[in-house]
């Protein structure tokens, strides 16, 4: 049964990479054509076709896994809204290296209207819901300290993501996200400096090490 509700993840995948590649496409056409550093857009041929396969059985494995361990609907719930986002959050960060605000903000309503309902229906505390807004502030502001100790290498789209994935899924699975996503941050820069394909001073997207974390983090169940 885990494996149809992953073929509906996998399904529900295509229209948010499209929509979010159709953004990116047009916030890079509104690039003026003589900077240097305009990225190119993503492709409309085969290869996005590619892209969505991987996507699609990314998220088949991912919705399988979390369907079959998610100890409850809320806790599906809350971490299907979390992937989605850091999902739009990889294909918009991976070509223009910014994460719209849009995107946490949506998750912290999605949060609110939780918050809410666990309220009025007896799931949920006050007390449970002030000690997740603290950790979120907490966490954010470890991130902030990290953001100026690093230069900006975790950016402040990262920090306004990985906080509000903190507000709605909790520090664990926010702090879980963040290792495993600068562990594959890593090893990344590793190789590509060995090979020589990138300078030490190029800036590279972090939103995408960011989805691969958190999909390492529930593929090994430690949501």
Excluded at 68 to 88: D, E, Q, W
Excluded at 123 to 139: E, K, V, Y
Aim: hydrophobic share 55%; glycine share 8%; net charge positive.
């Amino acid at each position: 049964m885990e494996y149809l509700w992953g073929a509906a993840f996998g399904v529900l995948s295509v229209p948010v990479v499209l929509l979010m590649k159709e953004n990116t496409n047009k916030r890079i056409r509104e690039i003026s054509a003589d900077e240097q550093e305009k990225p190119s857009p993503y492709p409309e041929n085969n290869r996005m076709c590619s892209i969505l396969a991987v996507f699609v059985v990314i998220s088949w494995l991912w919705g399988s896994q979390v369907v079959r361990y998610g100890v409850s609907a809320m806790a599906v719930l809350k971490l299907s809204l979390c992937y989605y986002a850091i999902l739009a959050a990889a294909v918009i960060d991976f070509k223009l290296h910014i994460i719209p605000n849009l995107i946490p903000i949506i998750l912290i309503g999605a949060s609110a209207l939780i918050f809410v309902y666990e309220l009025l229906f007896g799931a949920g505390t006050l007390a449970r819901a002030l000690l997740s807004l603290s950790g979120c502030l907490i966490f954010g502001l470890c991130l902030l300290v990290g953001n100026r100790i690093s230069g900006g290498g975790i950016g402040l789209g990262d920090v306004k993501l990985l906080s509000a994935v903190c507000l709605l899924g909790g520090i664990g699975l926010a702090f879980s996200t963040m290792v495993f996503a600068l562990i594959c941050c890593s090893l990344f820069a590793a190789v590509v400096l060995l090979s020589k394909k990138m300078s030490i001073r190029q800036s590279v997207p972090f939103g995408p090490f960011i989805y691969l974390g958190f999909v390492i983090m529930c593929l090994t169940r430690l949501f």
